[in-house]
């Protein structure tokens, strides 16, 4: 069940890490009009 958990957390974590990363970076580059291409 602990695995489990684990699995869950990540697939939780890692797209929020991503989006957060992507803003970081659109935001390093200047904030143009157009959002962060993530996907």
Known sequence: MAI???VVL???VVP???ILAG???WIISG???D???IF
């Open 10 to 12: 990540a697939l939780l």
């Open 23 to 25: 803003v970081i970076l």
């Open 35 to 37: 959002p962060p291409k």
């Open 31 to 33: 904030g143009r009009s």
């Open 16 to 18: 929020a890490f991503w």
């Open 4 to 6: 489990a958990y684990w």
